[in-house]
């Protein structure tokens, strides 16, 4: 079955969710773009998007309808060709508009898994949770006209479980996008022993039709993204409690969430990247992997005291921030939890206090907005490393410290085989987390 | 044109800024002014040099495309708003594409010439930032003919002024054509940074000629502009008087701060033709030859010429079409910085197209405001010196693909 054969029939499990919306929109882009091919006229491209809930599918149309408007804004000059046989569409939005309708024409929303009996490729991109991913394989496996391939968008549960519990015989792989995968270039693929060649050969085409980045990583829980970001997340957090004898554990991990973004030139503290990824998906996440790493502790009792009491942070529907370990106004943090009461505690009380005990920043660190503009990043982060080193503040101190751990993370992944190279790690975080430079490196 | 059977003058001109990317107040998430406010502004910056609406006889509104942008027409009975003392009197809106500002110019002379009115205010305005720049191209498309959209490139006027300046590169080197085009963009910016009404006034880029000479890309603009080659989506308005000599004795304006205008040229071709050779701004050639004519001059005693520069390729051409450099030879005369405000000639002292902004319909009377002030010496940081021996100023103002021209000489009052 060739490409454009296999992409005629695909679902979307999930689909009204924040990475299935994601997907679906990408996929029915693709698709389109297939469908337009003078070669593909007479083609039909059916693409499920489902969804358990109703609200939600009727959302995601409306996501989906804007999204591709914007879409079909950005690259009108070439779809003036695409649609240069077409009399009656004459100015860029006659154009815009047919395209869109195009797209949304291949569409079809449902809330019945059966929709997905019919299709050639299964992506799937349903809540973490190992057990539900497996039922709905194996139902769609058995009662499948064909043996479809799956696809599955899950940031942490090794595929080889998967496949041998739903019983897939290797038709599944691992394809992780990263969050909002309309804009972030990141995609991790894990791939399995038993994987079919030419499924492999479709993901690593659709991939690069995309317009993704493709970072191979070996099947092993976590894969490269989560194998760093859930250790240093870890790290932050057992940081920030170390600093208690010194100040409250609020105002320690005000001080951590500062130093891992304003000395390390990230975009986010550690802190508020698990909000935005969600304390819930963190501790998730930590329990799916445990298992598989042994003599390693991947858990930490205060994240699981604030699940448990309900902070969970996340995003709402429009995009905003959920209050996590910090509480947020325009994006920025304005206040921090007291994990003792619950509360929060405005950061504008004891600001200038932490600032004080942390240090100034040396002048020679950018900041990450910056620093990301640089073209030669290394002039720029020699220094800035070496004036990090040389500083005897605390802030510096920390700062160093988180550095070198980030470091050892990444080069443990190599060498667990998660990782085929540094530069493989380096690229997720560079295009996957935003960061402007990679945790291996020989700044330190 | 016959010899003139009045003196005719134009003074009060008043510039809006020209807003749009680039200007710090430019925030396309948050409702801007509208038309009516640029109206009002402009209008009332011209009444109050004036002596009061009472010394006006009559309106004319230069604009191009309300009529999509803002869902607007009839224009001209907008002016009873700009200020009541104009109730009852006429006032007509014009349009020719981006000269409707140049349109609204002669219009204004052309009812002082018949002796029908004393004073007229001439009004330019625009309002595009209303839609996205994909959306705007389709309406200011509406400058060329429509049966030529479909093939035409998604961002059609670029579309256009990329095929002549590809010809342009092919018939006399790409390189030397790519240096005079980012020279245009450099003398174009630095110009607007001395003026506070320009879109560019805020511009910071240290090296403007290395950002001028961006490789063009293609997939997603033109084959041989970038968008520095290009004016940007502005708002704005500008007015000035046209006036007989009574006109300007009894709005109490001195001789001194008017400029008498001495010659006009106004030439359209055919819409549905291609240009007859890529290369060749060949209606410029022709309005400018007329309006030098009727003035009795030469270009040697210009002192300044604002040009329409909707892109640098336009500026190079219409260089060579007023015939400052021989055809082929004009990339290389405004990379030598003839044309810059230092220059031999210095062109578009306020930016121009490119620097200060076009607002479309109000562009042409940006320029007759602009010329006003140097010959009168209220240019402020803008002031280029003016010889005596060449008191004159030149506004070329274009609509579509050379297809219509206004181009009007302007004379310092002795």
Known sequence: ?444 | MNKLSRKIYMAAGYNTISLGTGRKEFNPRVQRPGLEHYMKEAGQGVIAQVGGAQNIDESVVGNFMSSRFNKQAHLGAFMPMVDKGLRFKPSISVEGACASGGLALMTGIKSVLAGTADTVLCLGVEVQNTVKAIYGADILAGAGWFSKRKAGHAYFFPGQFSDRAGAYYSEFGREQARLGMARWFRNAIENARLCLTAQEHHNTVSDLEALALTEPNPKSFTEHLNVFDCSKVSDGASGIGVFSEEGLKRAGIAFADAVEIVGFGHAVDDITEDPPQRTVLTTIREAGRQALAAAGITIEQLATVELHDCFTIAGILGVEALGFAAHGEGAAFVAAGNTARDGKIPMNTTGGLIGWGHPTGGTGVHMAVTIWEQLTGKAGLNQIEIDADRPYGMTINMGGDDKTVVAIVYKKTE
């Open chain 1, 1 to 444: 079955m060739e490409y454009t054969q296999r992409i005629q029939k695909v679902s979307v499990l999930g689909a009204a969710g924040k990475m299935g919306s994601g997907i679906l929109l990408l996929t029915a882009i693709e698709m389109a773009d297939q469908m337009l091919k003078p070669e593909n006229k007479g083609k039909s491209f059916v693409l499920n998007a489902i969804d358990t809930s109703d609200e939600g599918l009727s959302g995601l149309l409306k996501y989906l309808r804007s999204q591709v408007l914007k879409a079909a804004e950005k690259k009108v000059v070439a779809l003036r060709k695409v649609y240069a046989d077409k009399a009656a569409l004459i100015e860029n939005s006659d154009i815009i508009d047919a395209y869109v309708l195009d797209v949304m024409s291949v569409v079809r929303t449902t809330t019945r898994i059966e929709a997905a009996y019919d299709s050639a490729i299964i992506f799937e991109a349903v809540s973490e949770n190992q057990a539900l991913k497996e039922k709905l394989f194996r139902l769609i496996n058995e009662n499948s006209t064909s043996k479809p391939w799956f696809f599955t968008n899950t940031s942490s549960v090794p595929i080889g479980g998967l496949n041998k519990n739903a019983n897939l015989e290797g038709r599944i792989l691992g394809f992780h996008f990263y969050n909002p995968p309309a804009i972030q270039k990141l995609v991790e693929l894990i791939t399995i022993r038993e994987n079919p060649v030419e499924m492999v050969e479709f993901a690593r085409k659709y991939a690069s039709n995309l317009r993704k980045t493709v970072v191979p990583s070996n099947d092993i829980a976590g894969f490269i993204g989560n194998g760093h970001f859930m250790r240093d997340a870890l790290f932050g957090i057992s940081e920030a409690e170390k600093l208690v004898p010194n100040m409250p554990l609020y105002e320690a991990i005000y001080c951590i969430d500062r130093v891992t973004r304003d000395f390390l030139s990230r975009p986010m503290g550690i802190f508020q990247l698990i909000d935005y990824v969600g304390l819930d998906v963190v501790q998730f996440i930590l329990r799916v992997m445990q298992p598989h790493m042994q003599g390693e502790k991947l858990h930490n009792s205060l994240l699981d005291e604030l699940v448990l009491s309900g902070v969970k942070g996340g995003q709402f529907s429009d995009g905003s921030q959920k209050d996590g370990f910090l509480k947020y106004e325009k994006g920025k943090p304005v206040s921090v939890i007291d994990p003792l009461t619950g509360n929060y505690v405005d950061i504008a009380t004891f600001r200038d206090a932490a600032d004080q005990w942390l240090g100034s920043i040396p002048s020679e660190i950018l900041p990450w907005k910056a620093l990301v503009k640089v073209v030669e990043k290394t002039t720029i982060l020699k220094p800035a490393f070496k004036a990090l080193q040389v500083s005897t503040t605390k802030g510096t101190a920390l700062a160093v410290t988180y550095a070198l751990n980030s470091g050892s993370i990444a080069r443990k992944l190599v060498s667990d085989g998660v990782a085929q190279s540094e530069s493989d790690v380096n690229t997720v975080l560079l295009t996957g987390f935003f960061h402007a430079y990679g945790p291996i490196n020989d700044y330190l």
